[in-house]
């Protein structure tokens, strides 16, 4: 559960970083009259940085989605079991008065 959880966070803050990066790692857009090379590389940047991040934030949601699983299933165990300690002493109970 811990390891889930950490890497969520992981994951999380990675793709937050990714996305503040933008200005740093793709850079301006290049000028109306530039050369075809330049949009060509600013073209790859650019498509690097959106599959780089639609990765990223996949990942992400595929981690807390595990997560989120696993805290449920927690959860309808703990439900389970308090449920059977609530009904347990109600049992013995009504046995011994029918025995009478």
């Known amino acids: 559960m811990r390891r889930v959880r950490s890497v969520t966070s992981a994951l999380l803050t990675f793709s937050i970083l ?4 933008y200005p740093f790692t793709v850079g301006k857009s290049p000028a109306s009259g530039s050369s075809r090379h330049e949009v060509a590389e600013f073209a790859v940047r650019m498509i690097l940085f ?9 990942a992400t ?4 989605y595990m997560l989120f699983r696993r805290i449920r299933s927690e959860y309808e165990n703990e439900v389970v079991k308090n449920l059977t300690t609530l009904v347990a002493p109600e049992a ?8 009478d």
Do not use: C, N, Q, T
Request: aromatic fraction near 4%; hydrophobic fraction near 60%; avoid cysteine.
């Open 50 to 58: 959106v599959v780089i991040a639609v990765l990223a934030w996949l």
């Open 18 to 21: 990714v996305m503040l990066s």
């Open 61 to 64: 949601g595929i981690s807390a």
């Open 92 to 99: 013995g109970k009504r046995g011994d008065a029918d025995s």
